[in-house]
């Protein structure tokens, strides 16, 4: 049965010209699904938020010995075409050191110290100006991982890319983007970013989102990630997770509001948004199996497998992947990662850089693969 949604008002919201619309699902989809809302900026950005499916020039990841081999696959996939940085845990670090040696002159050691495997989540948020040019941003990151919290700007002297504070908290992966002005977060990381009372409108500012979609978050799921059931393989083509009715009704009807949400930020900005549902399975109480927690290179999309999945739905997931991205998909094993609470698009962060130089000098150095 197609959703229904009704337009229920469009308020200003204050010195900001903002105008937000508020989506109020009917009842056949259930009385405990939340309404979420568009917000519109009034003017044109001066920046723009980077869009999923935009190709990286590098990539972040972490190292751990659980996912050694899915970590090679990642690597693997690369085909060369961008340098890789890698962080690891203190424990993790003895392991680390033979895992590079598979990988000479492709993978550098960032000997930085972290306290979560999650780059994506305290990496830099990347934005472009009006020319292109990369800009980091740096969220406040969760209280007592200070190491984690230090690693944009760590990473923007190295990269030597500006670095600008965000001064509020949001995790990376609380965040979607089409990368033309489309972004989407859940109502719950809003709060977390805003406050109860704050209006958007600053954050879509520094953002450089046009519209913000405002979703609701997956019930029982910790982060409250969109990254978790929302990934954007073109500027007009989203996957949006399908949970089945009888694992739960009320996340399946929180992703068809999800969807049709998605469908009315899109048309306000005058895409034609074409919506692939993508299915994703109960894993327990609190864990999906998300397919669409994927990351984009240039001409491949690495998807994740779970051993755990019957083989049937997971192809039909790679399939409607394929479909929206138009793109080889290599699939990755995830089923380590997915008990430890993520999977690829938490593990990797593609970098985007205004660099033209090598990042990996060719003469060695200590820390060079």
């Given at each position: 049965m197609a959703l229904k949604l009704l337009v229920h008002a469009c308020v200003l919201l204050g010195a900001s010209s903002a105008a937000v619309v508020r989506l109020h699902p009917l009842a056949e989809v259930g009385p405990r699904v939340a309404p979420g809302a568009v917000v519109l900026r009034h003017g044109e950005p001066s920046r723009r938020l980077r869009g999923d499916w935009e190709p990286p020039q590098a990539l972040l990841i972490s190292y751990n010995d659980l996912w050694h081999e899915a970590l090679s696959e990642i690597v693997r996939a690369t085909d060369g075409e961008m340098p890789v940085?890698?962080?690891a845990r203190q424990n993790d670090s003895a392991n680390l050191e033979s895992w590079r040696g598979e990988f000479p002159?492709?993978?550098?050691?960032?000997?930085?110290?972290?306290q979560s495997?999650?780059?994506?989540?305290?990496?830099?948020?990347q934005v472009a100006d009006e020319q292109g040019k990369a800009i980091w941003l740096d969220a406040d990151y969760r209280s007592g991982r200070t190491d984690d919290d230090l690693i944009p700007l760590r990473l923007g002297r190295m990269a030597a890319v500006p670095v600008q504070s965000l001064a509020r908290r949001l995790d990376g992966g609380a965040l979607v983007s089409n990368g033309t002005g489309l972004c989407a977060i859940t109502r719950h990381n809003l709060l977390e970013a805003n406050?109860?009372?704050?209006?958007?409108?600053?954050?879509?500012?520094?953002?450089?989102?046009?519209?913000?979609?405002?979703?609701?978050?997956?019930?029982?799921?910790?982060?409250?990630?969109?990254d978790v059931f929302v990934h954007f393989f073109a500027p007009d083509v989203v996957g949006v997770a399908s949970v089945a009715r009888q694992e739960s009704a009320e996340n399946a009807g929180r992703m068809d509001v999800a969807a049709a949400i998605l469908e009315q930020a899109a048309d306000s900005l005058g895409i034609d948004l074409r919506v692939i549902r993508v299915p994703m399975p109960r894993r327990d109480s609190s864990v999906y199996y998300s397919y669409l927690n994927s990351v984009d290179l240039r001409d491949k999309?690495?998807?994740?497998?779970?051993?755990?999945?019957?083989p049937s739905i997971e192809a039909a997931a790679h399939a409607a992947i394929r479909a929206a991205s138009n793109r080889k998909i290599v699939p990755i094993d995830a089923s380590e990662m997915i008990t430890s609470g993520g999977a690829l698009h938490c593990l990797v962060l593609g970098l985007f850089l205004d660099r033209a130089r090598p990042l990996f000098p060719k003469a060695a150095s200590r820390n060079a693969g």
């Open positions: 940085f890698v962080l002159n492709r993978v550098r050691e960032l000997e930085w110290p972290i495997d999650w780059v994506r989540d305290y990496g830099p948020i406050g109860a009372e704050a209006q958007p409108h600053a954050l879509m500012d520094q953002l450089g989102c046009e519209a913000l979609a405002i979703l609701p978050e997956l019930t029982g799921e910790p982060t409250g990630h969109a999309v690495l998807v994740p497998h779970f051993d755990g999945v019957a």
